[in-house]
């Protein structure tokens, strides 16, 4: 597609729901990235794929958060028994490849944990 | 692990004037630095970024930033500043030493730009 794509633009739950985050890379990305953004605050790394495997999920905050991608695309960031903590803006960025190639971001997710 | 620390929340100049936002940063190897631009209600957008080379580095809406290893910053600068230039700005770095891939973003900096 034309740019990275993520739904829903805005989610508001309750405390305790689960909630799933969509991304949609631009095509043809290998790389793939999901980072929480608090209000007023920067961005905060959670995890990355490289095609459909994660080396490195070390900033998922705690065990209720997970992600998957699958056929090397799209990405589902869940979130279990949701907490008011967990309000944020989460954004999803791509990129061509690893190293030098800069992140191409998606417009993000609101969430609103009630 | 990598670092990224921008000293100022908020930077304001006049338009016009020449502006600089300020990073640094800390890596165990050789760093990839970065600049993103937040405007209001968008997603980040790319400004520039700093592999190897010339430490001037040129991007885009006249940005520049220059890497400096001994300091270990990499400030962006423009040298004459618009009201449309106002955004929040992230710095951000990604460690070659470590070979992984995520990269770690500064707090920000809002920018503000007065007529």
């Known amino acids: 597609g034309a740019g990275v794509s993520q739904s829903p633009s805005n989610k508001v739950t309750e405390k305790g729901k689960d909630v799933e985050l969509r991304c949609d890379p631009i095509s043809g990305h290998t790389a793939l990235y999901w980072y929480r953004q608090s209000l007023g605050q920067g961005l905060e790394f959670l995890i990355y794929f490289q095609g459909n495997s994660a080396p490195d999920k070390s900033g998922l905050p705690s065990d209720r958060f997970s992600a998957e991608r699958t056929g090397g695309s799209v990405s589902t960031l869940t979130i279990q028994r949701t907490q008011q903590e967990d309000s944020a803006v989460y954004l999803c960025?791509?990129?061509?490849?690893?190293?030098?190639?800069?992140?191409?971001f998606g417009p993000g997710t609101r969430l609103t944990v009630l | 692990a990598q670092s990224v620390a921008q000293p100022e929340d908020q930077v304001n100049v006049a338009e016009g004037n020449p502006l600089t936002v300020k990073c640094t940063y800390s890596v165990s190897g050789n760093p990839y630095l970065f600049w993103y631009v937040q405007y209001p209600n968008r997603g980040l957008q790319f400004l520039l970024k700093?592999?190897?080379?010339?430490?001037l580095v040129k991007g885009s809406y006249g940005f520049e930033a220059e890497f400096n290893k001994s300091q270990t910053s990499f400030h962006l600068k423009k040298p004459s500043a618009l009201v449309s230039d106002s955004a929040l700005y992230f710095c951000?770095?990604?460690?070659?030493?470590?070979?992984?891939?995520?990269?770690?973003f500064g707090a920000g900096t809002r920018l503000t730009v007065k007529p």
């Open positions: 700093y592999i190897t080379g010339d430490n």
């Open positions: 951000a770095v990604r460690d070659l030493g470590v070979g992984n891939n995520d990269m770690r």
């Open positions: 960025a791509s990129s061509s490849g690893q190293g030098v190639h800069e992140q191409f």
